[in-house]
């Protein structure tokens, strides 16, 4: 298809557009209700593009991630009429530009979700210039008159661009992931209707889990995020997600902190896909400059280079050293200022200009390179580098927004405010007494330009700040913003739950000195026996204990939603809870206070799963060996040493127990021999995953297959767990061998995502665990529960004092187990009760000896003192954050 019959004679149209019917078959479109290929797809846009009609009009499209807004969008492209894409989230910023703009045709839903094309006259009322094809908004959903004016060979220029440095190919199926509307969103659909790939067309979210099963089903092998979707990723979960057919992953929409760029790009290169960190405009439609994936980890605060067809140049800033062009030798990069200056952009992907009106829309070409407004150098290495902004204009969560038309906006509210923001949040200092007042403006701000309640602080104040000069102080207003809010009238926030407390919590806890609001309790090597101490101080801090916390970064943790009264109903995590009964029922079955077994096995398969959770991370496979290296000296150091304190004492234990060999080499007639067979089990089968995490092949294969590598690795367990392979010279296999299996499926529950894969490892655990104790259904009973829950029950109702001793039975588990076999025998003949409890206490006392020691021994290592580190050592090592809560 080249010419729709009803096209008007001279009327320019988008080529991509109109070769649609070029690709056939090929799948165009996936939605939740089906496919829909090109051949259809071309269909129904030429069909749209007849109802439109030959005489060019405005068209405003209420954007939405819908295949009847696709269709008309593609029909207006095709057939000429210039199309003005506008927020289909937004009723407020859909009149206004209404109201500012007249169209000739709106296509919107009603409100029962079909969509109608509201005609208000056959001719435009508009004198609307040949070049023009788009008008996009660049401030975010604000409703902003001025609009960007974009040509049909801007569209087809940065599509064919984006094509080309993506390298996509006709078997690519891409998520909408963004909005139709936004710039960046409606690139990824331009460039992949471009080269015949596929859609994902869903307006879902990364954090749903439906979308990520579209995904699957889709064979999706892209997506675009802005920095937000990112924070997202991470907090559902994405490295552990089996992406068969991922093939890359773009992001632009704002700077991505250099310590994720390098962490996605590090997880992409093990997992077999690129990350594409990119920088562009609406102004540029859309792109204006890409990271080649192979210098993410290494450049990770670069912007990158130009997009095919397009060149930047530095213009001077008045103040700062003249900047160095591409053929000038380049600046010292030791100096932050040296050679920066305005990043000016050209290539046939500028917009024609501006238009603050409908008289605008019949101007031709009125710009011929942008001035970006960002402030850039040019590293030795020829990559371009953002280092500032030259305006106001702030681009938040990926949604550019200006401050200006906040404030009028609140003006018009009777609100006088002065507004300003950086990259992660909106500032906003107005007028007024502390009290209701700031939730009222916040509401106003997050409904008129999208952002959520977290990334707008307002500070009411008797009066706004200015300069001597009676000028408005946003200086002032933006330190306002990196300031902890006062919390709002009747909800009062709980002490230390600002992000510096949380910082320093964060230090004590996992003893750092390098925390930052950018860590996380698993990127900082929190592990199962820090766990649960810091679950338990983080749901006194923020009142609960968010989803997925060990995960998720401490600057987001400190802005968790508090409750708003006080509470006395908790969650506890189903593997704290597991770790507490089964120390408690191993005791509690060893003084025969009661008899219920399977503990120790259950705790087995909760070590399988912290292990995945906390060891398993996207850090690079030297970390991942060195903290597993800790994690083996944390259980087998306080064990040999109580053991070794034991042999001192009597003749019950052999040097066989002493290094953790009796399962192997020790005397099979002595009983007590066993009593630490399940440290024994638990080092082996560390030390064995330590040896697989060593070789970068293994490390290469559990990061591609992280669900399927586990459950193989059970499956050769299930060898020993049958008796289907013995070892020469004994009659028993070591209790680590055949219990293995059993660790492997907790290592693949933790990794399983999505229903099917965790009923295959339920169906696993359940068809392998009867008949391992022969004559005991009950314990087998026991450990099928106990594994179920952990796989489908994430976290159990409970009360703030259930979860603290819950908590501390969980953490003291290890060493209440290893030394509850010298403690209650000193007291059974006495009473069991009395030596059950004393069993506990001691083992929670060794547990807490143990801790302290840690957190000496680098003190004695580093200065032979004895002391542990002071807070003036803190001060000199810890980010400026952290110095100042320590100062206070």
Not at 341 to 368: C, F, I, K
Not at 453 to 477: F, I, N, Q, S
Not at 573 to 599: D, M, N, P, Q, Y
Not at 624 to 637: F, K, M
Request: with cysteine; hydrophobic share 45%.
């Amino acid at each position: 298809m080249t010419v729709l019959p009803d096209l008007r004679s001279g009327s320019k149209s988008v080529p991509f557009a109109l070769g649609l019917a070029a690709h056939g078959d090929r799948t165009a479109v996936i939605t939740a209700d089906g496919r829909v290929s090109y051949t259809r797809l071309a269909g129904l846009v030429d069909a749209m593009a007849g109802r439109l009609g030959s005489e060019r009009r405005l068209v405003m499209l209420v954007g939405a991630n819908t295949l009847d807004a696709l269709v008309v969008h593609l029909a207006a492209l095709a057939a000429g009429h210039p199309v003005l894409l506008v927020p289909g989230d937004h009723d407020e910023a859909v009149q206004s530009l209404i109201d500012a703009y007249d169209p000739d045709v709106v296509a919107r839903p009603d409100g029962g979700g079909a969509w109608v094309l509201d005609e208000r006259r056959p001719v435009s009322a508009h004198d609307l210039h040949p070049d023009l094809a788009l008008l996009l908004s660049t401030s975010g959903s604000t409703g902003s008159p001025k609009l960007v004016r974009l040509s049909h060979e801007n569209l087809q220029a940065n599509a064919e661009s984006i094509a080309d440095y993506l390298a996509i190919r006709d078997t690519d199926r891409a998520a909408t992931t963004l909005p139709l509307h936004y710039c960046y969103g409606l690139s990824v659909v331009h460039s992949h209707l471009l080269r015949g790939a596929g859609l994902i067309l869903t307006d879902l979210s990364v954090a749903d889990t439906c979308f990520w099963e579209l995904f699957r089903a889709g064979r999706g092998t892209t997506f675009a995020g802005v920095p937000y979707t990112f924070d997202l990723l991470d907090r559902v979960g994405f490295p552990a997600m089996q992406l068969p057919h991922l093939r890359y992953i773009t992001q632009a929409g704002g700077r991505l902190a250099p310590e994720q760029v390098r962490r996605y790009a590090a997880m992409g290169r093990t997992r077999g896909w690129e990350l594409f960190v990119m920088y562009g405009q609406t102004e540029a439609t859309a792109r204006m400059a890409y990271l080649p994936p192979h210098l993410a980890e290494t450049h990770p605060s670069a912007a990158g280079i130009p997009v095919p067809g397009g060149s930047f140049r530095l213009h001077p800033i008045p103040g700062h050293p003249e900047p160095t062009q591409p053929d000038e030798p380049q600046p010292d990069a030791t100096r932050p200022d040296e050679g920066v200056g305005e990043l000016v952009y050209s290539g046939p992907n500028v917009m024609l200009g501006y238009a603050h009106s409908p008289d605008d829309l019949r101007l031709g070409r009125t710009v011929h390179e942008l001035h970006t407004g960002d402030t850039a150098r040019r590293t030795p290495d020829g990559l371009y580098e953002i280092t500032g902004r030259l305006s106001r204009f702030t681009k938040i969560l990926g949604l550019r927004i200006d401050p200006q038309q906040i404030e009028a906006m609140l003006a018009r509210h009777d609100v006088t405010a002065l507004c300003t923001g950086d990259d992660e949040a909106l500032s906003i200092a107005a007028v007024g007494a502390p009290g209701p007042e700031a939730r009222r403006i916040r509401a106003l701000v997050t409904g008129e330009c999208g952002l959520p309640a977290r990334a707008v602080r307002v500070h009411l104040l008797p009066e706004l700040p200015r300069l001597p000069t009676g000028k408005p102080d946003y200086r002032a207003v933006r330190a306002l913003g990196h300031q902890a809010p006062a919390p709002s009238a009747g909800r009062a926030l709980p002490p230390g739950s600002g992000t510096d407390d949380l910082c320093l919590l964060y230090a004590e806890v996992l003893d750092r000195t390098d925390v930052t609001e950018d860590g996380s309790f698993v990127s900082l090597g929190g592990d199962s026996l820090s766990y649960v101490e810091m679950s338990l101080h983080l749901e006194q801090r923020l009142g609960h204990l968010p989803d997925n916390w060990h995960t998720t970064r401490i600057r987001d943790l400190s802005a968790a939603e508090q409750p708003t009264r006080p509470s006395r109903t908790r969650r506890l995590e189903t593997s704290v809870a597991l770790r507490a009964l089964a120390i408690f029922c191993i005791v509690g079955s060893h003084v025969h206070v009661f008899g219920i077994k399977g503990g120790a096995h259950i705790l087995l398969a909760v070590a399988g799963y912290n292990f995945a959770r906390f060891h398993l991370t996207t850090a690079d496979r030297r970390t991942r060996v060195r903290r597993v290296r800790t994690a083996i000296a944390r259980v087998a150091l306080p064990s040999m040493t109580w053991i070794g304190f034991i042999l001192l004492l009597n003749d019950d234990y052999t040097l066989a127990n002493l290094f953790l060999l009796d399962s192997v080499i020790g005397p099979e007639d002595l009983k007590t021999g066993m009593h630490f067979w399940f440290i024994e089990a638990l080092v082996y089968i560390l030390i064995a995953a330590l040896a697989l995490l060593c070789l970068p092949f293994a490390d290469r294969l559990e990061r591609r297959f992280p669900y399927a590598l586990p459950l193989g690795l059970a499956a050769l367990g299930l060898l020993t767990r049958y008796d289907l392979v013995g070892l020469p010279g004994r009659t028993e296999m070591p209790d680590a061998v055949t219990v293995f299996w059993l660790f492997a499926l907790g290592w693949a529950a933790a990794k399983a995502a999505g229903i099917r894969q965790r009923v295959l490892v339920t169906v696993a655990a359940l068809a392998t665990v009867p008949g391992f104790f022969p004559g005991d259904p009950g314990r087998e009973v026991i450990v099928m529960a106990g594994f179920a829950l952990l796989v489908w029950v994430p976290t159990l109702p409970s009360r703030e004092r259930v979860n603290r001793l819950a908590g501390l039975l969980a953490g003291s588990s290890l060493y209440i187990y290893l030394t509850h076999w010298q403690i209650f025998p000193l007291i059974d003949g006495f009473s069991r009760h009395a030596a059950f409890l004393a069993a506990l206490l001691f083992g929670i006392a060794y547990a807490a000896g143990v801790s302290r020691l840690m957190k000496v021994l680098p003190a004695l290592a580093e200065g032979g003192t004895g002391q542990v580190r002071d807070p003036v050592r803190v001060r000199r090592s810890a980010p400026r954050a952290l110095r100042r809560a320590v100062g206070r």
